[in-house]
């Protein structure tokens, strides 16, 4: 197998554990996906069997949740535009000025997430 199609295999692997319908069902697919790897790829494994637990708690959560809080999504949006507005300024005479700016813009970013577009639904 080429070290392309192994990043498919592997990918496609992952994929099915978060896509699992529940966290035992995505704990046997990490299991069974553990034992398949470390014959073939041994660090692989080991970093899976330290790491991928940890991001099973997205499971602890309520379906509807999990689509939004297993990505970084919001967080790179949210940096994305703190960086967008901080560059406007470019030079701060002080790092109170910036902090009071970024400051601003969260509470700014965080009126428009409780009242905007609804991207949780908080009463499943």
């Not at 035992?24 to 996906?33: D, G, W």
Request: net charge positive; aromatic share 8%; charged share 30%.
């Amino acid at each position: 197998m080429t070290r392309q199609e192994a990043k498919k295999t592997i990918a496609a692997q992952l994929r099915a554990i978060f896509n699992a319908p529940d966290k035992t069902e995505a704990e046997r697919l990490l299991k069974q996906t553990l034992e398949a790897w470390r014959k073939d790829y041994p660090k692989l494994a080991h970093w899976a069997e330290q790491a991928v637990p940890e991001s099973l708690t997205v499971f602890d959560f309520p379906s509807t949740h999990r689509v939004r809080l297993r990505t970084s999504n919001c967080l790179e949006r949210i940096n994305r535009e703190l960086r967008r507005r901080t560059r406007v300024a470019s030079i701060f005479p002080n790092p109170e000025s910036c902090l009071h700016l970024i400051s601003a813009l969260l509470v700014e970013l965080d009126d428009e997430w409780m009242t905007g577009k609804v991207y949780l639904n908080l009463n499943p």
